[in-house]
């Protein structure tokens, strides 16, 4: 059914979410962003699942969005790129709002969007050789329509310590930043995810949902008003000088001018 994205769910209702592209790290393609859309709608109408594990295939866990898509938005006219602008939100604020606890399992680098993934995440768990950075401003472009998950995980002040320099942090800073709950080695992962796992089969599904619903109305904002304003902060960007020379520099494989 999925050709981005693998969906699997277990007799216990664990339910396996995986990006799997793994030839491009994982980079979110249009093509992924619709699945995991469409991913998350089944997930949440189904009763029989009762906690989700988003994972993924290959040595990356997500490379961010896919640079091809990114050239297109450039070449795109204004309507073109709100819309797809919102598809990404959409996904986002879809995984993010899923009444099932949601379990994030990186076991490689997160750049960009895969950071924002890991952010939506109810508990995310590392391995403790990954490495992580939003990396947009390399580009000209900003954590966008990320930022409100990445800054209701890490809070303002930590954020200011890695939205906006693009540089690399391992997974013992991304613990200390919020954005992972542990990092462990490699090998005993999937130890520490089931042991996320587990403690859910024994509440009641109804209850973890509601519980979770009551955290997101008490915790900071993300409403359709701050979601349309990440929208129109990234297509403002993808309309700059700076973000068409970015991503230029990149498929030319030279430095951008702004870079000395």
Known sequence: MYQTISLATDDRGVASLSL??????????????AELTDAAIQLAQDPAVR???LASTGKSFCAGGDLGWMQEQMAADAKTRFAEARKLAEMLQSLNELPKPLI???????????????????????????????T????????????????????????????????????????????????????????????????YLACAPGAVASAKSLIRTLGPRIDDKVIDQTIYALVERWETDEAGEGIAAFFDKRKPNWNC
Do not use: W
């Not at 890695?162 to 999937?190: C, I, N, Q, T, Y």
């Open 136 to 199: 947009e401003t390399r580009l000209g472009l900003i954590p966008a329509t990320i930022g409100p998950y990445v800054i209701a995980r890490m809070g303002e002040a930590r954020a200011r310590r890695v939205f906006m320099s693009a540089r690399l942090f391992d997974a013992a800073e991304a613990v200390d930043l919020g954005l992972l709950s542990k990092a462990v080695p490699f090998d005993h992962l999937a130890d520490a995810v089931e042991a996320e796992v587990e403690p």
């Open 51 to 53: 906690v989700v594990v």
């Open 20 to 33: 799997n592209r793994p030839e491009k790290h994982n980079a979110m393609s249009a093509q992924m962003i």
């Open 104 to 134: 994030g399992a990186l076991q490689g680098n997160a750049f960009g969007g895969g950071v924002g993934l890991a952010a939506v995440c109810d508990v995310a768990l590392g391995a403790d050789n990954l490495k992580m950075a939003l």
